[in-house]
């Protein structure tokens, strides 16, 4: 196959280039001045008015097929690019997240288990997809819970997963655009292979946007793919929560999703500590 490859690749006769070296073997072959391998080869083709015939055609030296190789490659490897930007304009992800991977997570005692969740659903991911299992990422606010979800979502994205990463805010804020066909917009969210719904509890309380973040959430449990949610409300805000509509939405979100709690000081209040100690020190030296 790679020879007649080699002959289509090569159709253009060859004639010696001088400044190349090219030079006639023994058999009264092209050869590459260079590389010392053929241009040329001897094809006998079928037997025609019944005799055979040989013919000399050209092919790519060593050096040629290198320099062709590296050109796909090339072509490869911007494909490959072009696909992953397409797939991270895609995804949703906001410009603050873009950057958030698992190496550049900045991982203290307080965010240790956020890390390491991350860390293996992205390397299980196929299973967890199998499965249709999620995660929710719970906790008060500025522990990290986003920024990890994000990580999750630019590693998987690294690996030419499809993922999207949204929030119920944006999700409503889009539904009620004129130009929005609302059924189309949500059999966008089912498209990839895992969605990520950012700030589960800020949007508004409406019977509206409650019907709408219940059927986002469950057309994803019925088409069976993963979701990942995070929200600064407690499990047992959640639990307990006597509100029937409430209910439904977090009954569903407790079959999909595996609850994983951030805690610790926030980045806020760890900001305003550090802030604090550099001052006092300042002030008292
Ligand atoms: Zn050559």
């Known amino acids: 196959m790679d020879e007649i490859e080699n002959i289509i690749g090569g159709m253009i006769p060859k004639r010696p280039d001088p400044e190349n070296g090219d030079f006639y073997d023994k058999e009264g072959l092209l050869c590459c001045g260079k590389c010392k391998t053929r241009k040329e080869t001897k094809v006998t083709f079928p037997e025609m008015f019944g005799r055979e015939r040989d013919k000399v055609v050209p092919v790519m030296c060593e050096c040629q097929k290198k320099e062709r190789d590296e050109t796909e490659r090339r072509f490869r490897q ?57 995660l929710l990422f719970y906790g008060v606010v500025g522990t990290g ?38 059924s189309d917009f949500m059999s966008k969210l089912n498209y990839p292979r895992l969605l990520i719904i950012d700030d589960l509890g800020t949007e508004r309380n409406t019977e509206y946007a409650l019907e709408k973040v219940y059927n986002v959430i469950d057309s ?19 639990q307990d929560t006597p509100d029937i509509r409430y209910k439904r939405i977090y009954d569903r979100i407790f079959e999909m999703c595996y609850p994983v709690r951030a805690t610790g000081r926030s980045w806020r209040e760890q900001e305003a500590a550090r802030r604090y100690d550099s001052m006092k020190k300042l002030m008292e030296e």
């Not at 920024?147 to 994205?157: D, F, K, S």
């Open 78 to 134: 911007e494909e490959e690019m072009r696909r992953l930007e397409d797939l991270r304009r895609s995804s949703l992800i906001e410009e603050k997240f873009r950057k958030a991977t698992l190496d550049r997570f900045q991982k203290t005692e307080d965010n240790q288990k956020l890390y390491s969740v991350a860390r293996k659903y992205v390397d299980n991911f196929e299973q967890m997809e199998k499965d249709n299992q999620g």
């Open 145 to 182: 819970k986003s920024y990890t979800a994000a990580c999750i979502a630019n590693e998987l994205l690294n690996r030419q997963t499809t993922v999207i990463m949204t929030s119920f805010v944006k999700i409503l804020q889009e539904i009620q655009q004129p130009q929005t066909d609302e």
């Open 220 to 238: 994803r449990y019925r088409v069976r793919k993963p979701l990942i949610l995070t929200t600064n409300l407690s499990l047992q805000e959640m």
